[in-house]
Nanobody, 127 residues
Framework: QVQLVESGGGSVQAGGSLRLSCVASGNTDSTVSMAWFRQAPGKEREGVAAIYFGLDTTWYSSSVKGRFTISRDTLSNTLYLQMNSLKPEDTAMYYC????????????????????WGQGTQVTVSS
């Protein structure tokens, strides 16, 4: 229904920066929130950042707050995740997600609240 294509993953040294992009297409009219999740081998998938389109309000996990910035470009229908001061523990497969939930008092941050997912892009941070 909503197609998400991610790019920007790669390898970087600790302290470096990387910007992930996610281009949305298809039936995006019902999308009100988007998010970035990540999953490291052997670990559960976790939300790292989310944005509610109505007010462009954002949520960040405590582990990335102050280092990562989620944003969107409505004209290009692109979601971004600017990642600065990267740490080895940021190493994971990063997934873009889109959903129909969200309002001014709540930004969805769990997997179940998102309907469409990208294929994932690998981010590897070396010491």
């Amino acid at each position: 229904q909503v197609q998400l294509v991610e790019s920007g993953g790669g390898s970087v040294q600790a302290g470096g920066s990387l910007r992930l992009s996610c281009v949305a297409s298809g039936n995006t009219d019902s999308t009100v929130s988007m998010a970035w999740f990540r999953q490291a081998p052997g670990k559960e998938r976790e939300g790292v950042a989310a944005i509610y389109f109505g007010l462009d309000t954002t949520w960040y996990s405590s582990s990335v707050k102050g280092r990562f910035t989620i944003s969107r470009d409505t004209l290009s229908n692109t979601l971004y995740l600017q990642m600065n001061s990267l740490k080895p523990e940021d190493t994971a497969m990063y997934y873009c997600a889109a959903g129909a939930h969200g309002h001014r008092f709540y930004i969805p941050r769990s997997q179940a609240e998102y309907n469409d997912w990208g294929q994932g892009t690998q981010v590897t941070v070396s010491s």
